[in-house]
């Protein structure tokens, strides 16, 4: 009887578990992602082709890099998402965590960043001040890019994501690759 009730107990845990990994964290990444190498081309060109197929529900362009944000002498790795909101709702629930202004703000207002929870409790920064991001150089003696950005809203999903998650506007997350216009990716949903 014990056996069976510690068997009932963790196969409970298990299903919590994956319900909280599928509902949270995979709700805000995507089930798939296209690169290319060096950066797509034609992106708009690209989500045509692939919304045209059948098992792919939905599709928006991203940029991903890996950089450094650093607020009164103190730095934090991330992983810096650049978005085109009004696209990003269609395959991913970041609008349940960010409100349909914070999503307006993103998309119109210059150098925005929103930032993970723990991210921003272990700078100590808070909503509206300055930050600076730092992303390294794609190749060895390229120098890093950097950039200013205002902590437009602390993302707070309560998940792992919360410890490296943060997002900009598409166009400005290209920025800081080495061919802004081209550096575009593609995540999408399929069906």
Request: aromatic share 6%; glycine share 8%; net charge negative.
């Amino acid at each position: 009887m014990v056996g069976v009730g510690l068997l009932i107990t963790v196969l409970s845990i298990m299903n919590g578990f994956d319900r909280e990994l599928r509902e949270k964290i995979l709700a805000l990444v995507p089930q798939a992602a296209v690169y290319e190498r060096g950066g797509v081309t034609d992106w708009r060109q690209l989500q045509s082709w692939l919304e045209a197929q059948p098992r792919i529900e939905a599709t928006a362009p991203f940029v991903q890099l890996e950089g450094l944000v650093t607020y009164q002498g103190k730095s934090e790795p991330v992983v810096l998402f650049g978005i085109e909101p009004a696209q990003e709702v269609r395959v991913s629930r970041l609008e349940e965590f960010l409100s349909a202004d914070i999503m307006r703000r993103l998309e119109t207002d210059q150098d925005q960043l929103v930032l993970g929870e723990a991210i921003a409790a272990r700078l100590g920064v808070q909503e509206g001040e300055q930050l600076m991001l730092v992303v390294p150089g794609e190749q060895p003696g390229v120098a890093p890019r950097l950039g200013y950005f205002t902590l437009l809203k602390i993302l707070k999903t309560r998940t792992e994501l919360d410890n490296t998650l943060s997002v900009t506007h598409l166009s400005t997350a290209a920025r800081f690759t080495a061919q802004p216009d081209k550096n575009f990716r593609h995540a999408g949903e399929s069906g």
